[in-house]
C-alpha cells in the first residue's frame, strides 16, 4: 500500500456534494457551479453576479460542502461591508415585500378572471395596497423610481377600462351582428348601393371586433407584465445591489486634481447642500455619492470603495472644535455620546432631531465607519490661512501633510 502523501504535497480542491472544482478542468469547475447556482437558487441564496465570483474563490479552497446552508456561509465570509449592509438593508423592507409578493399574486389571481367578473374594486385594492406598501420603504432611497410598479399599474388599468368581463356578451353579439348582416344584405340583393341599415349593422360589428382584439392584446400585455422577470421585488432588490456596486467603484475612482501636489484620490464627505454642489465643478463630482436609489448599504459602497484603494476624505460640512478630539483619537463612540440628542444647530449634521424618534445622521455614520477603519481627523492650514479637514488613513498622513505644505 501506497504511503499517503503529506497534505502540502497536492492541493485538493473544493468538494461540494462529492462534485470537484478543478482549475485546469472546465467540466467538473461547470458540474461544480451548476450544482451550486441551482441549489442556492432553490434556498433564494443566489445573487447573480456576487455568488459566481464568490463561489469560484471558494471553490480554490480546500473544504469539504455538504450542503446549500454551508456553501452559503462560506459565501458570506467573502462579502465585503458593503453587502453585508445591503442585505441588511433589505431584511428590514423584507415585511414590505412580502407585502408586495403577496398582493401581485391576488393581482395574477383577479385578472385570471376578469373575463368572466367585473374585478375592478378588488384590482384598484391590490393596486393601493402595492402603492402603500412602497410607500413604507423610506423616501430617501427613492426606490420608487426602479419597481417598475408604474407601467404595471398602467397596463391593468387601461385593460380594465375595456371592461373585459363583457367579452363574451361581445363575442355574441359579434355573432348576433353577423347574422343580421346576412339576412339584411340578402334583403337587398340587386339594390344599386347597400343600406344606411346595412352599412350600420357592418359598422357596428366592425367597432366590436375592433373591441375584442383590443381585449386579447391588452391581457397580453397583463400577463406579460405580471409574469415578466424580475418581478416587483426583485427589481428593488437587483436595482440597490446594483447600485451599491456602482458606488464602490465611484469611491475607487473617485477624484484626483491636476492643480494639486496630492495625487491621493479624493471624495468629499457632509450635508447633501453641501457636497450637492461638487456635482457641477468639474472632475471634483467623481468624489461625491450620487446614487439613486440609496440605502445606507450603497452609501457605505461609496466609502469602502475609497477606504479600499487609500482615498483621503475631505469633509465640506465642517467638525465642530469641541467635537475634533474625538475624531482625532479615534473615540468614535464619545462622538456619538456628545452629540445625540442635541438640537442645537451646529449638532444638526449629527443628529437628526427632527425625525421621530431622532437618530444620528449619515454624516455620523460615514465619519463612524471611516474611524472604524483607522481614519482619523486632520486639520491642514492653506495658505490663505483657512484650515481644511480631512479624515487621513495612517499610511497617507505623509504624503497629505507634504501636499499642503505647497497650498
Known sequence: ????????????????????????????????????????????????G???????????????IATAVALHEEERKLWKDYEKSVEEDLLQIAGTMTTIDHQVGVLKG?????????????????????????????????????????????????????????????????KSLGEQIVA?????????????????????????ETKLE???????????????????VEKIKEKIRTSATEQFTRG??????????MKTKKQYLGEIATTGALRSKGDKGRGILWASPWSPGVNTAFLEGGVSTGNVFKLKTPIPKNLESFLKEGKIDEFRAAVKGHTEKEYYPFWNSLENPGRFTIYTEELAYLTGKGYRLHEFKRKSGEFQQLMVAPGQLNQVETAYQDR
Not at 475607487?252 to 501636489?261: D, G, L
Open 214 to 232: 383590443k381585449y386579447e392584446v391588452q391581457w397580453l400585455l397583463v400577463k406579460a407584465a405580471l409574469d415578466s422577470q424580475p418581478t416587483i
Open 1 to 48: 500500500m501506497w504511503p499517503v502523501p503529506p497534505r502540502a504535497a497536492a492541493v485538493q480542491r473544493v468538494t461540494y456534494k462529492g462534485i470537484t472544482y478543478k482549475p485546469d478542468d472546465e467540466h467538473h469547475q461547470k458540474a461544480f457551479l451548476d450544482q451550486a447556482r441551482e441549489d442556492m437558487l432553490q434556498s433564494g441564496k443566489w445573487i447573480p
Open 252 to 261: 475607487t475612482t473617485a477624484h484626483v486634481s491636476q492643480k494639486s501636489s
Open 184 to 208: 339584411q344584405a340578402k334583403e337587398e340583393i340587386g339594390a344599386k348601393k347597400p343600406s344606411k341599415k346595412l352599412k350600420g349593422l357592418q359598422a357596428e360589428k366592425k367597432k366590436l
Open 50 to 64: 456576487r455568488s459566481e465570483a464568490y463561489i469560484k474563490r471558494i471553490g480554490n479552497t480546500d473544504l469539504v
Open 110 to 174: 383577479l385578472l385570471a378572471d376578469a373575463q368572466q367578473r367585473d374585478v375592478k374594486v378588488a384590482v384598484e385594492s391590490a393596486l393601493g395596497t402595492i402603492t402603500l406598501a412602497i410607500g413604507q420603504i423610506p423616501e430617501k432611497w427613492k426606490v420608487g423610481d426602479h419597481t417598475g410598479f408604474g407601467k404595471l399599474k398602467d397596463t391593468i388599468t387601461n385593460y380594465l377600462r375595456l371592461i373585459p368581463w363583457e367579452k363574451d356578451e361581445t363575442v355574441l353579439s359579434i
